[in-house]
């Protein structure tokens, strides 16, 4: 990443009823199809180099724009109907940048891996196409439903039911593991790179009133199954590793010490995603680094002395008098200081928000929020986790 950011959320469109364009479009038929698959004409870029484009446009002759699905530093993915195939698709549109249609292809050579070697069960996207149209490179992935992310927000931040974090996290697991096999290391993982396969979902009346005579209701997908997106950061194990990886919330210890890092950093943000499915909140909602570790210390402890001996130049001053962190001394204001208060113990944050399987859920994300990723579970270790295999314990 090449600098801090604010985390962009995509448009919310999972219980959205599709574009009129999108009925339009499985209603005119083959042949009135045939006669509309012209190009359009060639427009400017807008100025941060995205594709300009209108809703019912072509994509090539054979992909029929629908509607914008969501937008981030990328370019954009927008819905399309695929002529040869006639089903729904998702095209990821780069923006005409050097360094984004590099790393574009970057992400196209990971795809291809991962799709090389996929038995069928992999819970990574399916990636169907790539092609090069007016100076942007468009990968066509299968159309699915929602991020998780998307989901909870539009479910009020209501935690899923513990059943189904541990379907979730059982899928994400095997899709890592599967990565880590082939030597590829995703480095974003977060609720929003996370879509659940269906869109389609239940109501449940909430146990929570509204008022006397109104009830609230929350919402839970149909279907457990999700698939991983974005391979745009995905790193192969023998290249060269950048500084600083990951979304901020689910960024590990060994990257904000400057300590190197590997596959253990996936482990990392996955154990964060499921205290934050379990709890409706993101584990650590900090925009700042010493914030950060002081938060990681009121979660889990103080941060080995050895991790912090071995801190680089960088990090040195977030600390003081050997490994002691500097905090609240070195909090940027009050309110910091509060945010890092609010929060309690792991164990609290879990016991109060899970009804049952406390104990093993518990056991496994101490597992994988390990300070040393030397002794951070891997994927294959947390598969085998009392908390998959005896889901009553």
Request: a positive charge; one cysteine or more.
């Amino acid at each position: 990443m090449e600098k801090e950011q604010m985390r962009k959320r995509p448009r919310l469109a999972w219980d959205v009823p599709p574009e009129p364009e999108a009925q339009r479009a499985l209603e005119l038929g083959g042949e009135g199809l045939r006669k509309r698959r012209a190009s359009p004409p060639k427009r400017d870029d807008d100025r941060d180099g995205h594709y300009v484009f209108n809703l019912g446009e072509n994509l090539t002759p054979r992909y029929k724009i629908l509607s914008k699905m969501g937008e981030g530093t990328f370019g954009r993915v927008l819905e399309c109907w695929d002529r040869q195939t006639r089903e729904y698709v998702a095209v990821k549109v780069v923006r005409s940048i050097k360094k984004y249609r590099d790393a574009a292809m970057i992400e196209v050579d990971v795809l291809q891996r991962l799709t090389k070697n996929d038995r069928g069960n992999s819970c990574c996207v399916q990636f169907r196409d790539w092609f090069d149209y007016r100076n942007h490179i468009c990968i066509v992935f299968e159309k699915l439903g929602p991020s998780l992310f998307d989901f909870l927000k539009r479910n009020k931040y209501y935690p899923f039911p513990v059943d189904l974090v541990r379907e979730f996290g059982r899928q994400l697991l095997e899709s890592v593991a599967y990565m880590h096999d082939l030597r590829l290391i995703h480095t974003d993982l977060k609720p929003e790179n996370i879509l659940l396969v269906s869109p389609e979902y239940v109501k449940l009346p909430s146990s929570k009133r509204v008022s006397s005579d109104e009830t609230e209701f929350r919402c839970l997908p149909k279907s457990s199954a999700i698939k991983l997106i974005d391979f745009g950061s995905t790193a192969f194990d023998n290249q060269n590793h950048s500084s600083t990886v990951c979304t901020r919330h689910y960024r590990a210890p060994e990257i904000i010490l400057g300590l190197g890092w590997t596959f253990p950093c996936d482990l990392w943000s996955i154990g964060c995603i499921l205290v934050e499915l379990c709890t409706g909140k993101a584990l650590f909602q900090t925009h700042e680094n010493l914030e950060h570790l002081a938060m990681m210390e009121r979660v889990l402890g103080p941060l080995p002395e050895h991790m912090v001996r071995r801190a680089n130049r960088g990090a040195e001053k977030y600390f003081r008098h050997g490994s002691r962190l500097n905090w609240p001394e070195g909090a940027i204001s009050r309110e910091s200081i509060r945010a890092v208060k609010k929060l309690d113990s792991l164990k609290d944050l879990i016991s109060r928000r899970v009804e049952h399987s406390t104990s093993s859920l518990i056991d496994l994300l101490h597992g994988l929020l390990k300070y040393d990723p030397t002794e951070r579970l891997t994927a294959q270790q947390a598969l085998d986790h009392p908390f998959f295999r005896n889901p009553t314990s």
